[in-house]
């Protein structure tokens, strides 16, 4: 049986994902993070922080879709 998944779970993987210092820990954090049932995906961004806004969403839509974590329609990029 599977380990339930819930929203701090997905928050706390979120937030490691994102502290990754280098691919090959991205790497392995999405690996592991997969034998636990996580679908992950990431991005990176650089700039200022108030006009990259609209790009980080975008590309965090893009990495999910090209993950198949979401689904390309308004439903998936309201999930992201």
């Known amino acids: 049986m599977e380990k339930e998944i819930f929203s701090i779970d997905v928050g706390r993987a979120a937030l490691r994902m994102a ?17 636990e049932g996580f679908r992950t995906a990431a ?12 790009k980080i969403v975008e590309r965090a839509m893009v990495a999910a879709e090209r993950q198949h974590i979401v689904t390309d329609s308004h439903v998936g990029a309201g999930t992201v």
Not at 19 to 35: F, P, Q, V, W
Not at 43 to 54: K, Q
């Open 43 to 54: 991005v990176n961004f650089g700039g200022e922080f108030l006009p990259s806004v609209t």
């Open 19 to 35: 502290m990754s210092e280098t691919r090959e820990d991205e790497d392995r954090l999405k690996a592991n993070y997969a034998k």
